[in-house]
């Protein structure tokens, strides 16, 4: 079994425990009925999820859309248990030397408008994915730098070419922010239609949307899943403030948020309600980061941006942040713990992961006094989203103060925070995040290289070295290959030209009422989100 392989099963076994004072989730017959009131801390930026990378978009849009393959709802845990959600049978196996995957379609799902879907949807919804119009927004191109070509000789049969061999091809396909479109409205409508509109196959047809209040789903009855959903329905709530996403889950306003809340919430939670609240929890594929603005004069000069980082106190943040915040381990581009991550030895002698806090923070100084920025000011972008946000990005400003910097900090709702990351380029320092759906570290430290349609630094053809080292990572058979280049890409990226800065990982605390059942935690916020497994137990 390969170091891998041992990964997804200690994985699967290891977190996800459901504890509170129901114990241990037992095997129960699902009923049927309802409306599932959950809320979520954000408004989606749109509806479009081949174009959004913000759990604000996948807790309500999720539902109405299904997906090629998806995690398997029981075991989201796994990085490597799929199950075909508009194909057919079992996932099929690659052939041509791994470098061909053929998809045999259901027959007869339809779109909540009644159209029929085929074998061209599919093609129509990877092909603009992965091979965007010039102008088509898609933060997920550079996941399909392996696709070759996608076709459907007929209308039920589907075929993925890959360039080459590789085992982060399927769990790209499981990503949730790749739902199935109609080819037929991507053409009479346009690439953009999908932004303010939903025409999906998902267990739920969109009802209505309030801004700033609620997204409405209701029960599609022609689902494609013979009996499901359970749910009559659903209402995701909104609202920002944390305090009031709590006390809506004490006062039984909303039954979950999906997201995650801090240590002391979970805690208030569970001596509240005692048996009428069930916690799960999960390490989380998801980390928050800073990311310097490589089109500002004052962010250009690599030794300012490792300034930036050796003022960081990693280790100690860790100890502090996690009693009240969402954010908890050291790590560096890859999922802490997994095989191809970096283990702490060979984190600390990147510059801002060493132990001398007192010596990482004079070479600092250094640095910027060599660089002419000794007396630098900057703006910190945020996001209006108090957790982890908001504390995460304090305490930076705090670190670099440690280090004679003059920090202001400039705080954004969610949809002008987006506009500004990927269009105006309106900020100095922003924080930024690289959440991720299955584990799959091959594919989510794209992130860090400029081509990447979600590397928001502004540094696109700046720095063709990281690109190589990323490909020849990408295109390595053996997995001790791969984990040498992810050391080499690490360093590069975060240490020698310090591009991006990496904060704390996350870890996923779920408070529900009990009588929310067939929901399972798993490793990222935005897998197992479809709701079609969801009933209530009332």
Not at 15 to 44: D, N, Q, R
Not at 84 to 105: A, H, L, M, Q, R
Not at 238 to 264: C, H, L, N, T
Not at 398 to 425: A, C, D, H, M
Request: aromatic share 10%; net charge positive; charged share 25%.
């Amino acid at each position: 079994m390969s170091k891998y392989a041992r990964f997804a099963l200690a994985l699967a076994v290891g977190t996800g425990l459901a504890m509170g004072a129901t114990g241990p989730a037992k095997a129960e017959t699902p009923k049927k009925g309802g409306t599932l009131s959950y809320i979520v801390a954000a408004e989606a930026p749109s509806y479009d999820l081949h174009k959004e990378s913000t759990f604000a978009a996948v807790h309500p849009i999720r539902p109405f859309y299904s997906l090629l393959i998806r995690v398997n709802p029981e075991n989201p845990q796994s990085p490597t248990d799929f199950q075909c959600d508009i194909c057919v049978g079992e996932v099929p196996k690659p052939t041509d030397g791994g470098k061909t995957y053929t998809f045999k379609i259901k027959k007869g799902v339809k779109f909540h408008d009644g159209q029929v879907m085929t074998a061209h949807d599919v093609v129509a919804t990877y092909n603009k994915i992965a091979f965007p119009p010039e102008g088509v927004a898609s933060v997920r191109k550079a996941f399909f730098k392996m696709l070759d070509s996608v076709s459907a000789p007929d209308d039920e049969t589907v075929v993925f070419k890959l360039k080459f061999a590789t085992g982060s091809f399927l769990p790209v396909l499981a990503n949730p922010m790749s739902p199935i479109y109609s080819a037929k409205d991507l053409k009479e409508h346009g690439y953009d239609w999908h932004e303010k509109n939903v025409n999906g196959t998902g267990a739920f047809k969109f009802k209505e949307a309030v801004a700033g209040s609620h997204v409405d789903g209701v029960r599609f009855e022609d689902f494609h899943m013979a009996g499901k959903p359970y749910l009559d329905g659903f209402r995701a709530l909104i609202s920002r403030k944390m305090a009031i996403r709590v006390q809506a889950i004490r006062g039984d306003r909303a039954a979950i948020e999906f997201r995650g809340f801090p240590p002391k919430q979970r805690d208030d939670l569970v001596k509240a309600l005692g048996k009428d609240i069930t916690v799960q929890e999960s390490d989380w594929n998801c980390v928050l980061l800073y990311t310097p603005n490589h089109g500002r004069p004052i962010m250009q000069d690599p030794r300012v941006r490792q300034a930036l980082t050796l003022a960081v106190d990693r280790w100690g943040g860790s100890q502090h942040l996690s009693r009240i915040a969402i954010v908890k381990t050291v790590g560096g581009v890859g999922f802490p713990g997994h095989p191809l991550s970096a283990t702490k030895a060979e984190l600390v002698p990147l510059k801002g992961y060493g132990t001398d806090l007192k010596a990482a923070r004079a070479e600092a100084k250094k640095l910027l006094a060599e660089a002419g920025k000794s007396d630098l000011k900057f703006e910190l972008m945020n996001r209006g989203t108090d957790q982890p946000y908001k504390i995460v990005g304090t305490w930076l400003i705090g670190q670099w103060r440690q280090i004679g910097l003059e920090v202001s900090q400039r705080v954004e709702p969610t949809k002008t925070f987006y506009n500004e990351l990927r269009n105006t380029k309106n900020f100095d320092v922003s924080l930024d995040f690289n959440c991720q759906s299955v584990v799959n570290p091959l594919v989510d430290t794209s992130k860090f290289i400029g081509s990447a349609g979600n590397n928001y630094a502004n540094m696109k053809g700046q720095d063709q070295q990281l690109e190589e080292i990323y490909e020849q990572m990408l295109q390595a058979p053996e997995e001790a290959k791969q984990r040498e280049l992810m050391r080499v890409m690490e360093k590069r990226a975060l240490s020698d030209q310090a591009h991006m800065g990496v904060t704390l990982w996350w870890y996923k605390i779920n408070p529900h009422r009990s009588y929310v059942k067939g929901w399972k935690i798993a490793p990222s916020h935005y897998l197992n989100q479809s709701l079609d497994q969801v009933w209530l137990d009332k």
